[in-house]
């Protein structure tokens, strides 16, 4: 079924191929359309549709009724992916990715049935279908966490997956964010990113702001018992296995840790090597982008990793989330 899309639907499905097409044929270069009157008149919308991924609810900003125009909506998506890519920071990327699909799974919602089965169609998904491929299934579920994504806890007949109306929508919003994280951090020239460092300085103290709010100060003694024993296994110069490895990290990373008090955790070592340290630790926290996110238990638990389990970690499925858990605990304890 062919479907016209107008521009208001270009701007709110910035991902799609229509959307991309026309802010590539609006403009020669990134570089002459950052100078250039709607350019900077786009750029503060970008840094704020960057800042949103970190800070609000995208199922709100969706509702703001004083959408920007459609074609600062377009090359603010653009000029976000940029900025993020800029900041060389995988966990940014991450949450811009995020922040897009849950904005665009909103504006779907409410959309004319057939735009949002046109968008799905676009990303390979069908609305209707109740049953999808298993290889298909497999390669949209990558990323899902829960239980019941995973295929052991699907009923499958005959190489088909059977998936319900709602879990549809859920995985073309995820969907949607493998589309906008592809490639991201993008591969920015050094000179463009000098241009935009202020702006990109401003997101990155914006993403440090972001991880206190949600982590506090560091504080050594609500680590799990896993990262705890990590910690361990490198002062005593034990060599920690790759998962080992990225699991502290990735941990350490979003906790709100710097490249370089990483490296401090990982000097205690007796065969600390900086270069080598700094590498890894960069490589992990998202300039490859490496996926940063830590663990869970059960993926802990299934490289042998999970250990020193106590009471508090029956209550959880994530050390992040045994981690401010514990935090709580203790400023709980501190105020009696
Ligand atoms: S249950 Fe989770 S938080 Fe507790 S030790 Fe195992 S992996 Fe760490």
């Known amino acids: 079924m062919g479907v016209d899309l107008e521009r208001n639907h270009l701007a709110r499905y910035p991902f799609l191929q229509e959307s991309q097409t026309f802010a590539r044929d609006s403009t020669d270069s990134i570089e002459t359309f950052l100078e250039s009157e709607i350019g900077k008149i786009v750029l503060p919308h970008a840094v704020a549709r960057a800042k949103a991924a970190l800070f609000s609810d995208p199922r709100d900003q969706d509702k703001d009724e004083s959408e920007p125009p459609f074609k600062v909506s377009i090359f603010s998506y653009v000029i976000a992916r940029i900025l993020v890519s800029c900041t060389k920071d995988r966990m940014m990327a991450d949450r811009l990715a995020r922040y897009e699909a849950a904005r665009a799974a909103a504006a779907l919602q409410r959309e004319d049935p057939a735009i949002r089965a046109h968008v799905a169609q676009s990303l390979g998904i069908d609305l209707d279908a109740r049953t999808i491929p298993v290889t298909t299934y497999v390669e949209l579920v990558a990323r899902l966490r829960d239980d019941h994504w995973r295929l052991v806890n699907r009923e499958v007949r005959e ?178």
């Open 159 to 336: 190489g088909m997956v059977a998936v319900g109306t709602s879990e549809m929508a859920e995985l073309l919003r995820e969907r949607i964010r493998v589309v906008v994280g592809q490639n991201l951090p993008l591969d920015v020239p050094a000179s463009l990113c000098d241009t935009l460092k202020p702006y990109t300085d401003e997101l990155a103290a914006a993403l440090r702001e972001k991880t206190l709010e949600e982590f506090g100060e560091v504080d050594e003694t609500s680590f799990p018992p896993c990262i705890a024993a990590l910690i361990t296994a490198v002062t005593a110069g034990t060599n920690l296995t790759h998962m080992g490895r990225f699991a502290l990290t990735a941990f350490l990373h979003n906790i709100g840790l710097s490249t370089e008090q990483i490296a401090e955790v990982f000097q205690r070592a007796p065969d600390f090597d900086l270069s080598m340290t700094m590498y890894q630790v960069e490589h992990i926290s998202g300039r490859s982008g490496t996926e940063y996110t830590p663990p869970s238990c059960a993926t802990m638990r299934t490289y042998g990793i999970c250990v020193h389990k106590n009471a508090l970690c029956e209550l959880v499925s994530h050390p992040l989330s045994y981690y401010r858990r514990k935090k709580q605990q203790q400023e709980n304890q501190k105020k009696k």
